[in-house]
């Protein structure tokens, strides 16, 4: 099962996952990961977060990427559901999970997922200060967290 | 008329997230790019810079984009 969404309004992480657990009651255990808005960059409190996409591409993009996922990993089901628009301090961005009969599959197919959505995923990101909005450039450690994936067809 | 959209960061080196221009005939990206402002022109022109025909990524330079068209400029994405 692949359940791959854009949300537009702050959504409840726990709900998803009570639901996502329910719909993988047979999966021997379930793996996920939540990105939260931070409250600093730098030195700099951070106010808003505002994350934008290309309609497109961006959905298309991270439905093949779930798709890349169940083909390595032997998994029950994946959620990938990532937010769009302005978010504050604490919110919820993104929300990965993967069930599977064993657990290492989990976590390999979450870590995996995480590294892309992070670095290649079709999103734009720009944070606002005191000192105004400044957009959020990629960063070479992202660039190596994903060749830490690329033997996966 | 072509739609030009500029995403992430580009949005402000083009002061907006849109531009439509009147084309005569399919234009080439030189050709778009000779409307720009320099810094603009290099921006988009730059090899990281991604550009979208109508939602499709296309490569190199033997595209063209004409009337009812939409060109989206796509930098590098920040992740989420």
Same mark, same amino acid.
């Given at each position: 099962?692949?359940? &791959? =969404?854009?949300?537009?309004?702050?959504?409840?992480?726990?709900?998803e996952m009570a639901q996502f657990s329910a719909a993988h009651d047979a999966a021997g255990g379930i793996v996920?990961?939540?990105?939260? &808005? =931070?409250?600093e960059a730098g030195d700099a409190a951070v106010d808003m977060l505002e994350l934008r996409h290309f309609g497109p591409l961006t959905v298309p993009g991270m439905e093949a990427l779930a798709d890349r996922a169940l083909a390595h990993w032997p998994l029950a089901g994946v959620m990938a559901l990532h937010r769009v628009g302005q978010m504050r301090p604490g919110d919820a961005i993104v929300l990965v999970a993967c069930a599977a009969r064993h657990r290492r599959d989990a976590f390999a197919a979450a870590d995996f997922l995480m590294d892309?959505?992070?670095?290649?995923?079709?999103?734009w990101?720009?944070?606002?200060?005191?000192?105004?909005?400044?957009?959020?450039?990629?960063r070479d450690e992202d660039r190596a967290d994903l060749a830490r994936w690329a033997h996966i067809p | 008329m072509l739609t030009l959209l500029f995403l992430g960061r580009l949005e402000d080196v083009a002061g907006g997230p849109e531009r439509h221009v009147d084309v005569a005939a399919p234009v080439t990206l030189s050709q778009i790019c000779a409307q720009f402002d320099a810094d603009l022109a290099a921006q988009i022109s730059d090899p990281t810079t991604k550009i979208?025909?109508?939602?499709?990524?296309?490569?190199?330079?033997?595209?063209?984009?004409?009337?009812?068209d939409e060109l989206a400029f796509l930098p590098p994405v920040s992740g989420g």
């Open positions: 099962m692949r359940d &791959v =969404r854009l949300i537009e309004r702050d959504f409840d992480p726990s709900r996920s990961f939540l990105g939260q &808005v =931070r409250r892309h959505l992070k670095s290649r995923a079709w999103f990101k720009r944070e606002h200060t005191a000192a105004g909005w400044r957009w959020i450039e990629p | 979208a025909l109508n939602g499709v990524i296309v490569a190199g330079d033997d595209w063209r984009a004409g009337d009812g």
